[in-house]
């Protein structure tokens, strides 16, 4: 299983990838597979403000809609626009291209609840 070990993740198998106090958030190779093949991302909080575990958006594929949940607070930017056209992105590149927002995070955001890449193999049994 494909887990970077220069991301975090949370328990709800959400990534980021933190560029300054800039966030990158997606689902995890797990969370795609698991899903199976992505055909429409949802994300209707550009602009707003949420706390952790918000719902920031959802994800739907062929069998299920999932809700997409904020692993730290702060102000979503930007919606990956790719994905609009290319909802399959998440499954072909769920760690670049199929990033989903793009987040600024609190300025005192507190990380400690989330995961490092071998804590997160465990979850998932990898």
């Known amino acids: 299983m494909n887990i970077p070990a220069n991301l975090l993740y949370t328990k709800d198998h959400e990534w980021l990838r933190i560029e300054d106090d800039i966030a990158f958030?997606?689902?995890?190779?797990?969370?795609?597979?698991?899903l199976g093949d992505i055909v429409?991302?949802?994300?209707?909080?550009?602009?707003?403000?949420l706390k952790q575990n918000d719902v920031f958006g959802s994800v739907e594929a062929v069998k299920t809609v999932s809700d997409l949940f904020l692993p730290v607070n702060g102000e979503v930017l930007e919606s990956n626009p790719k994905l609009e056209d290319n909802p399959e992105l998440v499954n072909d590149d769920p760690y670049g291209e199929g990033w989903m927002i793009?987040?600024?995070m609190d300025a005192n955001t507190d990380l400690k609840d989330l995961l490092k890449a071998d804590a997160y193999a465990l979850l998932i049994g990898s």
């Open 25 to 34: 958030i997606g689902i995890t190779n797990f969370a795609q597979s698991e």
């Open 40 to 49: 429409y991302v949802e994300i209707e909080t550009v602009d707003e403000t």
């Open 102 to 104: 793009k987040l600024k």
